[in-house]
């Protein structure tokens, strides 16, 4: 049995290293300005290597499913998967004469990344790049960024549930992550309450982070708030009744467990009071994660990137899971391993082996005061617990 498979989106991220002199300068990114910048990092970006080679860093048995071109850029996909595990590259799908994907990620420190990305074959993955068969042998199903895969999004969303369909009935744990839509692009258009009217019935654990969800599910919110404090600084104006609200919608579509990642105010867990059938990945104590609302706050580190953050977040919720962690086990996990990304410039560099980790944690790391902030949630063995937490 596999424990993992994570499936999805899978590009080349080409990192320039960035110093503070550089991001600092009145002319950096000025147009027709030259900076100077360091060496590049070459490395795999997108949930399927993020996400993937965070749970295989954390010790997870994971498979890997994608779909590349047959360009170099795909011969460099492999190759850097390879670096980690020869196997890891043996499960991505070939589209014949398409272009690979790939990410060029401005990742000044202190600062939020931008990426310049080309979607490639990811635009053309559909259910068919997802064997039955292999499914059969998971634990757990693991599927992110369908905003950054054509296919996914649109005609309301038909493939993604397919794709989702196909890993519930082979009776696997289906997680959903998601990426910001392009208010711009197709992908901002696209139905998403309808999508996610479609998708959440098949996933166990919803995985998005509060402004994605704010996106798709209160639109006219998502647009106030970027006007009025831009999107950098949104996250700081959602207020804890606000998350509360989104994910207790997230669960009325078909949701057991939402999980918001909230950036530097940490990670927001809710599950539904009855989880019903989980899958092979089933919680070890289902009584402990049912009818729960918990906020973990981030552990203090020095930030050298946050590409992939998001990602190694959820790997270690998702590993928690895997290894039988009670809730506030994983959440905590979650939380740690997102810490140890960040100290990296690159995604997965800074994951360090779930025991290192673990053992990290019991040290008494530090934490980050924000979180739910001046709502009156008490705080509880380094976990703020909500007003609808079961166990409050």
């Known amino acids: 049995m596999i424990d993992a498979i994570v ?136 599927f992110g960024y369908p905003p950054l895969m054509r296919r996914m999004y649109a005609d309301g969303g038909i493939a993604l549930a397919e794709t989702l369909d196909t890993a519930h009935r082979a009776g696997a744990t289906v997680a959903l ?26 996933v166990q654990l919803f995985v998005p982070s509060v402004e994605e969800l704010l996106y798709m599910l209160r639109r006219p919110r998502y647009d106030e708030l970027a006007r009025d404090v831009g999107q950098a600084d949104m996250l700081d104006e959602i207020t804890a009744d606000e998350v509360s609200s989104l994910a207790r919608a997230a669960i009325t579509l078909g949701a057991r467990i939402v999980l918001l990642k909230m950036g530097h105010r940490g990670l927001y867990v809710r599950t539904a009071p009855d989880l019903g059938d989980m899958g092979r990945a089933a919680p070890a104590d289902p009584a402990n994660w049912s009818g729960r609302e918990l906020w973990a706050p981030c552990f203090h580190v020095t930030v050298r990137g946050t590409v992939g953050a998001g990602d190694a977040t959820i790997a270690g919720f998702l590993a928690g899971l895997l290894k039988g962690e009670t809730i506030e086990g994983a959440l905590t996990a979650g939380v740690a391993v997102g810490a ?50 079961r166990a409050h």
């Not at 360091?38 to 954390?58: K, M």
């Not at 290192?356 to 924000?370: E, K, M, N, V, Y």
């Open 7 to 142: 499936a999805g989106h899978l590009c080349v991220d080409i990192i320039p290293t960035i110093d503070q002199v550089a991001a600092s300068s009145e002319s950096f990114l000025a147009p027709g300005r030259l900076t100077e910048v360091g060496p590049a990092v070459l490395s795999t970006g997108g949930a399927v290597s993020n996400t993937g080679l965070a749970l295989h860093r954390l010790g997870v048995d994971v498979r890997l499913v994608a779909r590349v071109g047959d360009d170099q850029i795909a011969d460099l996909t492999r190759s850097l998967l390879q670096r980690y595990g020869a196997h890891l590259a043996d499960t991505l799908g070939v589209g014949a004469g398409e272009p690979s994907s790939y990410s060029v990620v401005i990742n000044p420190p202190g600062i939020d990344r931008t990426f310049l990305h080309c979607t490639g074959t990811n635009d053309t993955f559909g259910p068919e790049d997802v064997d039955p068969s292999l499914v059969s042998q998971a634990r757990l199903f693991h």
């Open 340 to 389: 140890c990304c960040v100290e990296t410039p690159d995604a997965t560099s800074g994951i360090r082996p779930w025991e290192t980790t673990q053992a990290r944690i019991a040290s008494g790391w530090d934490r980050l005061p924000a979180g739910p902030e001046d709502q009156g949630w008490p705080r509880q063995g380094g976990l703020w617990h909500g007003p609808e937490d």
């Open 177 to 202: 992550d998601m990426a910001m839509p392009d208010p711009a692009k197709p992908s901002g258009q696209a139905d998403w309450p309808g999508i996610l009217v479609r998708a959440l019935p098949h």
